[in-house]
């Protein structure tokens, strides 16, 4: 998987941060309001410009010096995506002029050592476009004048810019090395796992829950192939999230996720399942990963009757019946027990990721399943199926050709999926489908 370049978005408070994303993204991802300090948590977003592909990172409004703790907190998230960025956007208000504050930003920037380009933003007419020679004085470089409600102005100049150096990268460039990235709560041997996986001692391992900080890669090889193995911060409730380094971890964990190919979802066999592991299951599928449940500490299960481990595979099915698809593997880092089956059950996962259904072979099973089982009748009407089509894999997506979208209900879809899953397998893999309007309503 290609590394994306990353440019991080920082300013003062309310000087249009996230407008400027949402005008890049052309919908509004990033909440906007006039309220200074909107924006806390750091998001990324994947954009395009000109067929160059790259992360922005929208962050909280600085106020440096500001003693209060929310302010504190967005301004060290600030330095935080400075650090994770390749370039940085300075954004500041052309309608306001400069501010003290943003002197002591552009101070803090020039420190980073990255590439900055001033944006001098809400410059919303050519006649304002002088406005932007006072900010010469932060010494940052040349002013682009930009409206970035409006996408009018320098926007053009300042995206060619910052992506001059970009590559170009294929939208469905793929690695050849598989990555797997090891996630679940903390304190379930996640890194214990990774390091038993190893042979080394690359990941510092503790009782203590939180001390994987940073998401960290490892590339192994195993008969063979490489794999690239990625450790993560353990995910806790939100709630129980303190502000500052490990929100920014659980953040990179999150990220990790999106990133790999494969999951493995590391549960506490001791514990058991907890709503948390379900949180973190469903943030995996959200993202379309494929996904391998991994029982942890099964040595430390007392009771080893033939049974215990049917038993304890039923139980998983009760908790979590939404993952009926996902293969599990009951393990011991500790002992080392089945450990390298991770990357036999990672190879056929992800090749169920990255698997295409001929046009004429889905189209056979789906009007067999609308055969077996006819959508019912709503109000007089009834839907029609009339083709279908695979679109992508990664996770494998579907549309649907229909009369009309109202009368394709959950319920229904769920069964559709069902039968593909039943006729093509998607071991260990979300599919998505969905559905688009032909012809008439009827």
Request: neutral net charge.
């Amino acid at each position: 998987m290609s590394n994306k370049p990353i440019v991080a978005i920082v300013g003062r408070p309310n000087v249009g941060k996230s407008t400027f994303v949402n005008r890049l993204l052309g919908a509004r991802h990033s909440i906007v309001d006039d309220k200074a300090g909107v924006t806390r948590d750091r998001i990324y977003f994947d954009v395009e410009w000109m067929d160059k592909q790259f992360t922005i990172i929208d962050t909280g409004g600085i106020i440096p010096g500001d003693e209060d703790e929310i302010m504190l907190n967005i301004f060290t998230q600030a330095k935080v995506a400075c650090d994770e960025a390749d370039k940085i956007i300075f954004l500041v208000d052309g309608k306001d002029g400069i501010n003290p504050i943003d002197y002591d930003i552009a101070n803090i920037l020039r420190q980073s050592g990255k590439e900055i380009f001033l944006a001098v933003n809400k410059l919303d007419s050519p006649d304002k476009f002088i406005n932007t020679s006072e900010f010469y004085a932060l010494a940052v470089g040349e002013p682009y004048p930009i409206s970035a409600l409006h996408g009018s102005g320098g926007v053009g100049d300042l995206l060619d810019a910052v992506t001059k150096d970009f590559d170009y990268i294929e939208e469905n460039e793929k690695s050849e090395n598989i990555r797997i990235a090891i996630v679940g709560k903390p304190n379930v041997g996640k890194s214990s796992i990774v390091n038993a996986l190893l042979n080394k001692e690359r990941v510092i391992v503790s009782d203590v829950s939180g001390t994987t900080r940073d998401a960290i890669d490892s590339l192994v090889k195993y008969e063979g192939k490489e794999y690239i193995l990625v450790d993560t911060a353990g995910i806790r409730k939100k709630s129980k999230v303190d502000w500052g380094i490990e929100k920014f971890a659980v953040d990179r964990s999150i990220r990790a996720i999106r990133n790999c190919d494969i999951a493995v979802l590391v549960i506490d066999a001791v514990e058991g399942i907890s709503d948390q592991d379900k949180k973190i299951a469903s943030t995996i599928l959200e993202a379309g990963k494929g996904m391998i449940l991994a029982i942890n500490k099964w040595d430390l299960i007392e009771d080893k009757k033939s049974d215990t481990l049917n038993k304890y595979s039923k139980e998983v099915e009760q908790e979590m019946p939404f993952l009926s698809f996902v293969p599990k593997i009951f393990i011991s880092a500790k002992t080392k027990q089945r450990l390298v089956n991770i990357y036999k059950l990672s190879d056929e996962v992800f090749e169920q990721c990255t698997k295409r259904v001929t046009t004429s072979i889905l189209n056979r099973v789906i009007m067999d399943a609308v055969s077996m089982n006819p959508p019912v009748s709503i109000k007089g009407k009834r839907l029609k199926l009339f083709y279908a089509t695979q679109v992508k894999v990664q996770p494998p997506a579907f549309v649907l050709f229909i009369n009309n979208e109202d009368l394709l209900k959950d319920n229904y879809l769920k069964y559709l999926e069902n039968k593909l899953r039943e006729a093509f397998g998607f071991k260990g893999t979300p599919i998505k489908i969905s559905a688009k309007e032909k012809g008439e309503k009827q």
